[in-house]
């Protein structure tokens, strides 16, 4: 890395895209929430990525978005950093909110491509990723692509402009475009790092120079996810393959029923949190209920609800 302002290399590894889990009335159940804080940080995650889209952040009013990062940050306590999801749709949006996770402690913050209005990519970096740097200097940012979510647009034009841009040290890859994921390494890998944000393709995306990913399957195995990781980095390629391919089912049900639906299905069926989401998320049913059910079992996990 030549570019990258300081600290940014704290976030590498395997980090969790955290579920935000609630009570019956709606409000934030707490209590699970720094549980679950805790489960990732026993478990050997790395970084903890609260209010992302699968902690279901599009649905959250500012106050409550803001309230559940400053929690995080509480319960992690310096123990791993927090890299905060803040993007929005609206610049004047993201920016507020990111300016709120630097002054609430967090160590980051991850920025999704605007949705549903899907700007041209040119705007998309200038309107959207340049204005929010602006409004936070020397605070580290991760770009997060998307497009099974909002629809957005990428070629090598927006890393090669964000490698520009001090703030930003990476960028979030949910596609399985490898040819662009390898470009971008290769091309601006020394000034902006690369996440997987396919749990499938982890491996390959280590193998190709990423630095680590932001997993959704991390929040009910945080320690195989890890391990995955921790194994290609030492070294010890062919334990890493074989940790990944016995993740496969766990990495496709998570999505079975949509995100985070089936994560939060799951982490159900373990006891972690209760059965609420953000309406229209729900949880599993039927069917897609009982293929997560059953690909817990084969991983050993045990259902504590049903």
Request: charged letters at 20%; proline letters at 5%.
């Amino acid at each position: 890395m030549a570019n990258l302002i300081d600290g940014a290399d704290k976030f590498q590894g395997a980090m969790v895209a955290s579920i935000t889990p609630f009570n019956r009335n709606g409000s934030v159940d707490y209590k699970a929430l720094e549980e679950l804080v805790e489960f990732f940080i026993r478990k050997g995650i790395n970084v903890i990525v609260p209010c992302g889209t699968t902690g279901e952040s599009s649905g959250m009013s500012h106050d409550v978005h803001g309230r559940v990062i400053e929690k995080v940050v509480e319960y992690a306590n310096g123990r791993v950093p927090v890299l905060a999801g803040t993007g929005s749709n609206i610049t004047k949006e993201a920016m507020k909110r990111t300016r709120h996770a630097r002054d609430a402690g967090a160590d980051g913050a991850l920025l999704v491509e605007p949705y549903y209005n899907r700007p041209q990519e040119s705007n998309v970096v200038g309107l959207y990723y340049q204005q929010i740097a602006l409004e936070v200097p020397g605070f580290p940012l991760v770009a997060y692509h998307v497009p099974s979510r909002t629809g957005g647009r990428i070629s090598i034009y927006t890393p090669l402009q964000l490698a520009g841009i001090p703030e930003f040290v990476g960028i979030k890859f949910a596609n399985s475009n490898l040819d662009l994921a390898r470009d971008i390494i290769e091309k601006v890998g020394d000034d902006l790092m690369l996440f997987s944000g396919e749990d499938g393709l982890n491996l390959k995306f280590y193998e190709m120079g990423a630095k680590g990913a932001i997993s959704v399957t991390a929040n009910v195995v945080p320690d195989l996810v890890a391990d995955v990781y921790n194994m290609y980095s030492l070294g010890n390629h062919q334990e890493a393959e074989s940790l990944q391919l016995r993740l496969h089912e766990l990495n496709t049900t998570m999505f079975v029923s949509g995100n985070p639906d089936s994560v939060k299905t799951a982490l159900y069926m373990m006891g972690l949190i209760k059965p609420y989401a953000i309406a229209p998320v729900g949880f599993a049913e039927g069917a897609e209920k009982q293929t997560i059910k059953e690909a817990l079992e084969r991983m050993k996990i045990p259902i504590i609800n049903e």
